[in-house]
């Protein structure tokens, strides 16, 4: 089932999206939308970054990090 959305926005921004929305590729300004809603249900929260950041100094702290020179020597 759908059901519509109805924003209220100024001209100049309306115009704005549905241009980057056509640049973008999308084929409707309703796609566009949809896709950034997605993005952003798919974003970490700042409580997992934190976490994740914590869990990182904690690896670094007790050396189970490698030092690499270059991105290769990660592979």
């Not at 409707?28 to 970490?44: G, H, P, R, T």
Request: charged share 25%; aromatic share 8%.
């Amino acid at each position: 089932m759908r059901q519509v959305l109805s924003l209220s926005l100024p001209v100049a921004d309306v115009a704005g999206i549905k241009k980057i929305a056509k640049k973008r590729g999308y084929p409707s300004l309703s796609a566009y939308v949809k896709f950034l809603f997605q993005a952003d249900n798919e974003l970490i929260s700042e409580t997992e970054l934190f976490q994740s950041a914590q869990e990182a100094r904690r690896e670094y702290q007790a050396g189970k990090s490698i030092k690499a020179k270059s991105l290769g020597d990660l592979l």
